[in-house]
T-cell receptor, first 111, second 117 residues
Framework: AQSVTQLGSHVSVSEGALVLLRCNYS??????LFWYVQYPNQGLQLLLK??????LVKGINGFEAEFKKSETSFHLTKPSAHMSDAAEYFC?????????FGTGTRLTVIP | DTGVSQDPRHKITKRGQNVTFRCDPI?????LYWYRQTLGQGPEFLTY????????KSRLLSDRFSAERPKGSFSTLEIQRTEQGDSAMYLC???????????????FGSGTRLTVV
């Protein structure tokens, strides 16, 4: 069965500090993994995706994620947080015909 | 192409009324999905279409929920006899599914926020 666990429903960082949002997955088949960002009252915007090529994936807005099979993890990072990064972030995993989402992590950036 | 469009953006309805939402996917995409997102949760899969065929609908929340994609282009999601628990964001997404390459590029719309009063 496929599932995604996001550790930490809320993360606060200072502007300019490292952002680390955690995602662990469970999958019976090699997974495709995604990170999406959602701003208030908006839909989901794709940040990056892992589709079994390079394990370090670079996305938009300076975000990147590393697929670690041994740890079943796909954590999202950004070296320096910006105020505009404040949003809800969702990790997702492909199922047979849809995406399974985690419960999300709300990122707050403190000036 | 302007992406996935959803209409309306917001809908307020009285309990017991029927509502219908529309989704226009990216034109090259053959798959269309509906998700529901409640406050503080991730999106929850409801149903999907490959072209005009509805291939999965067991996740629809009750028989009050139905979806159509009559010509394989736009889709509608209808909720009959709405209840307060139906209040949520309803998201539509589309993707291109190939026989050999799997599914790529889930693109989401901005959603329709339903409030049942």
């Amino acid at each position: 069965a496929q599932s995604v666990t996001q550790l930490g429903s809320h993360v606060s960082v200072s502007e300019g500090a490292l952002v680390l949002l955690r995602c662990n997955y469970s999958s019976s088949v090699p997974p495709y993994l995604f990170w999406y960002v959602q701003y208030p009252n908006q839909g989901l915007q794709l940040l990056l995706k892992y589709t079994s090529a390079a394990t370090l994936v670079k996305g938009i807005n300076g975000f990147e994620a590393e697929f670690k099979k041994s740890e079943t993890s796909f954590h999202l990072t950004k070296p320096s947080a910006h105020m505009s990064d404040a949003a809800e972030y969702f990790c997702a995993l492909t199922g047979a015909n849809n995406l399974f989402f985690g419960t999300g992590t709300r990122l707050t950036v403190i000036p | 192409d302007t992406g996935v469009s959803q209409d309306p953006r917001h809908k307020i309805t009285k309990r017991g009324q029927n509502v219908t939402f529309r989704c226009d996917p990216i034109s090259e995409h053959n798959r269309l999905y509906w998700y529901r997102q409640t406050l503080g949760q991730g999106p929850e899969f409801l149903t999907y279409f490959q072209n005009e065929a509805q291939l999965e609908k067991s996740r629809l929340l009750s028989d009050r929920f139905s979806a159509e994609r009559p010509k394989g282009s736009f889709s509608t999601l209808e909720i009959q006899r709405t209840e307060q628990g139906d209040s949520a964001m309803y998201l539509c997404a589309s993707s291109l599914n190939t026989l050999t390459g799997g599914t790529y590029g889930y693109t989401f719309g901005s959603g329709t926020r339903l409030t049942v009063v």
